[in-house]
């Protein structure tokens, strides 16, 4: 058993000062994760990394129970997930500048940059994918919003790299097909 499985189990079975002894061991992982996230999003970005893995933390450590280490960090990507998409709808509406765009003139990091609608399509089809399979979803917010690794993915999930890679190319084909609409060739 991990020393944040250890913790993890503590804070389920009510120990007050587990949730403080987390915090340290997971916080570089989930900053660095948080980083590798953001620097994929518009450089129009406001959130910061720092903010992500905090709001992420909060929302984690409530009254869930994690099985293990792995769980937690799934558990931590599916909560960056929500926060950016929570960040993406704030921005779409009028009151933060909605309907108008920020141009920059950095072209070349466009195309990996997702704008506020793709990135809510992206959300819809990914519950659409968690219902059809719950795992490649996860191994999609694992990679997509956690930033993580093919091997990093798998180890969280606890699946074998080649499952995880052949999951990966199957959700990233189909997440297409249904963002666009594009028939399978």
């Given at each position: 058993m991990t020393e944040v499985t250890r913790i993890?189990?503590?804070?389920?079975q009510g120990d007050p000062h587990a949730a403080?002894?987390?915090?340290?061991?997971?916080?570089?992982e989930l900053r660095r994760l948080a980083a590798a996230k953001l620097a994929q999003e518009k450089p129009a970005q406001t959130l910061q990394p720092t903010a992500l893995v905090h709001e992420a933390y909060i929302r984690l450590v409530g009254d869930q129970h994690f099985d293990n280490r792995g769980h937690f960090f799934a558990a931590a990507a599916e909560a960056m997930r929500r926060i950016v998409v929570e960040t993406a709808r704030r921005k779409k509406r009028a009151k933060h500048g909605g309907g108008r765009e920020r141009v920059e003139v950095e072209?070349?990091?466009?195309?990996?940059?997702?704008p506020p609608e793709d990135l809510l399509a992206l959300d819809e089809a990914l519950d659409r994918l968690e219902q059809l399979?719950?795992?490649?979803?996860?191994?999609?917010?694992?990679?997509?919003?956690?930033?993580?690794?093919i091997e990093q993915a798998a180890s969280a999930l606890n699946i074998s790299r080649v499952t995880a890679h052949r999951y990966w190319t199957f959700a990233r084909a189909w997440l297409h097909q249904q963002m666009t609409g594009a028939q399978p060739e």
């Open positions: 993890l189990s503590a804070i389920e403080e002894q987390l915090l340290p061991l997971v916080y570089d072209l070349d990091d466009l195309p990996t940059r997702l399979d719950p795992v490649k979803a996860r191994l999609v917010n694992l990679r997509y919003f956690a930033g993580m690794t």
